[in-house]
DNA sequence: CGGATGGGGTTGATCGATTAAAAACAAACG
DNA sequence: CGTTTGTTTTTAATCGATCAACCCCATCCG
């Protein structure tokens, strides 16, 4: 089943069809019934390969993610795969794992698909194989780490302003000695979040104490040993802004397990505002960052290079909001002892 | 850059580099050795459309899940990706969202890419949908729901098995009332395993006793939902399983607003074992289904029937194993108390 | 009336591979 | 030396679309 068959049996040229089904030029109301009449009847369904091939257009996306078990990522790859479906666009999910050789490998694959556009969803990136993307032409849309420039944007999730929103927000309740844990620092992502924790801190004149800045490993695991290790402090911090929530789900086990409440003795917070974070007990205070916003604005973004090649991208802001939940409170200053 | 310029390069005709490429013919080492060269220095990387037009083939494959957000796939998603990756296949992941629309496009979009096989890892999937693709001679593998037939394999989960680990786990601790949280029963998933479960109660000669049987949403709010019915009962159960973890970890979140504590007041036991089960409070047993090993049959079962085409499928059986945690333990009857 | 205009189609080259069939070459044999 | 046989390589048709260039025909205008 081909346009042959199509354009003969509906007694026009193969041109005619094509144009019909691209909408690349006007078609007379009779022909175009008789045709889509014929498309119909034979249950005609073009070959993405052979239009690929004449096109040079391939209507696939890549999109890079660093880790799909993370629960940001399955939300992102969603939204981001029902715009691309509504706009006539397949994607192929490439996972990296964080393994720059998997991540050279997927790339290199996406090249050889001849992808329209690659979405790249993880900090971690070789400025090399960018490069080779970008000799291609193939527009490129970056999460948080990209410099705009031809054929590439970047959307940019404004980790300053939700920083400061949650900081904020426990300053108000009176917090002082506010604690961090970080994402593992090899990763660009974890260092731009701490670094806006750290920066924030200062522009509010609170002197910044290294040992409650501590590093876990943006899982649950992690945010459990670093909490613990916060608990040790001989003047322990009252209140923990964690780098995402799995971090602060972990932390809240730490501190459960360590018979203390959330948040009577400790407020915590995290960062994403991913599903889980609504039915924790309590329910997690965090700074929700909409993959569903990042998701369609990477398409959009990516859309908009692909339609206009050679142009120049643009940095799109993704802001934040604070969900104020039930994991944070006053301190209560009868809970702050000494930790020997 | 094309295989003519390769070609050209190396001094020979486009048919060599080609049966060099993909090892479909001897070529003597000299000649292999110059078109290598020649490959190296242009930076070649072949035309996968023009190959796929060309071929017939696409190395494209299509996997199809129901709700990407619910962690069980992810997991299955990264371990399916991966066994493509190695075989040079590129996968699209297409998320149906459980609206029959949307999987409908969906499967049409996939066949027109001429993907090489579907791995069909939801329950719902309609009939004539799958004929679809069947009639086009399309490799298919099916999870849990699959009728094994011509160019058709199914994984299939032993859910009789899980379900009798589990409750025999319940039975030797000491636990005769047991209340059972299932999936949302439009899904056939949710119907096998609920069946399994009053199957076995049978078998053990165990009265089922419909109260006990409680309706959830594969989600933590139907699970906590569900849960909170099992304590208005008069006569509550002991000990209570449920159709995923999710589900479970809902009802940990219900039992513990209403004060009550796992396992000493009710014991819990979840199903497929997902990473977070293993970090809850108290940690969950649960029933683990491997995602690797599903992901790799699926992976395994397709790649067979794409290989031998005509040829008829498989049944495979994915096995399961009680993962004994913190949330079972004996039942004190002490606990036991009217709900009046 | 003859030429310009433009809407509606067709023709045929082209995209970059694969792959039968043919050809070229080499070795073996009577 | 001519013929087989076998191995390696080339020729050229083919896959199924797209799209620039061209054609046809009706209409309009001076």
């Known amino acids: 089943m081909n346009i042959k068959k199509v354009a003969e049996h509906a007694g026009v040229s193969t041109a005619t069809v094509s144009r019909l089904i691209n909408k690349t030029s006007y078609i007379s109301p009779g022909t175009a019934k008789k045709v889509w009449r014929a498309i119909e009847e034979l249950g005609y369904h073009p070959n993405v390969n052979a239009r690929g091939l004449a096109s040079g257009k391939s209507s696939l996306l890549g999109l890079i993610v660093s880790d799909i078990v993370n629960p940001f990522f399955p939300d992102l790859v969603k939204s981001f795969d029902e715009a691309a479906l509504h706009h006539g666009y397949e994607i192929i999910t490439a996972n990296t794992n964080y393994d720059e050789t998997r991540t050279l490998l997927r790339v290199r694959r996406l090249i050889e698909r001849r992808v329209d556009g690659v979405a790249i969803m993880t900090s971690e990136m070789d400025q090399a194989l960018v490069d080779e993307l970008s000799t291609r032409g193939?527009?490129?849309?970056?999460?948080?780490?990209?410099?705009?420039?031809?054929?590439?944007?970047?959307?940019?999730?404004?980790?300053?302003?939700?920083?400061?929103?949650?900081?904020?927000?426990?300053?108000e309740l009176g917090h002082r000695r506010i604690g961090y844990i970080s994402g593992p620092l090899g990763l660009k992502s974890?260092?731009?979040?701490?670094?806006?924790?750290?920066?924030?801190?200062?522009?509010?004149?609170?002197?910044?104490?290294?040992?409650?800045?501590?590093?876990?490993?943006?899982?649950?695991?992690?945010?459990?040993?670093?909490?613990?290790?916060?608990?040790?402090?001989?003047?322990?911090?009252?209140?923990?802004?964690?780098?995402?929530?799995?971090?602060?789900?972990?932390?809240?086990?730490?501190?459960?397990?360590?018979?203390?409440?959330?948040?009577?003795?400790?407020?915590?917070?995290?960062?994403?505002?991913?599903?889980?974070?609504?039915?924790?007990?309590?329910?997690?205070?965090?700074?929700?960052?909409?993959?569903?916003?990042?998701?369609?604005?990477?398409?959009?973004?990516?859309?908009?290079?692909?339609?206009?090649?050679?142009?120049?991208?643009?940095?799109?802001?993704?802001?934040?909001?604070?969900?104020?939940?039930?994991?944070?409170?006053?301190?209560?200053?009868?809970?702050?002892?000494?930790?020997?």
């Open 138 to 171: 193939i527009p490129i849309v970056f999460l948080d780490t990209g410099k705009v420039k031809e054929n590439i944007s970047n959307i940019r999730i404004d980790y300053e302003q939700g920083v400061s929103q949650a900081v904020n927000h426990l300053l």
């Open 190 to 340: 974890a260092r731009i979040r701490r670094s806006a924790f750290l920066k924030f801190l200062k522009k509010k004149g609170i002197i910044e104490e290294k040992e409650l800045v501590t590093i876990g490993d943006y899982k649950i695991s992690g945010g459990k040993k670093a909490m613990e290790k916060l608990l040790k402090l001989e003047d322990r911090p009252t209140a923990v802004l964690t780098s995402n929530d799995l971090t602060a789900i972990g932390a809240m086990q730490a501190l459960r397990s360590h018979g203390l409440h959330v948040p009577e003795d400790v407020s915590l917070i995290g960062f994403d505002d991913i599903a889980l974070a609504a039915t924790t007990d309590p329910p997690l205070t965090t700074v929700n960052v909409s993959r569903v916003k990042v998701a369609e604005c990477a398409f959009e973004s990516l859309l908009e290079l692909i339609k206009h090649k050679t142009q120049k991208g643009r940095e799109v802001h993704v802001g934040t909001h604070l969900v104020i939940r039930e994991s944070t409170a006053k301190p209560s200053p009868k809970t702050r002892r000494s930790g020997r």
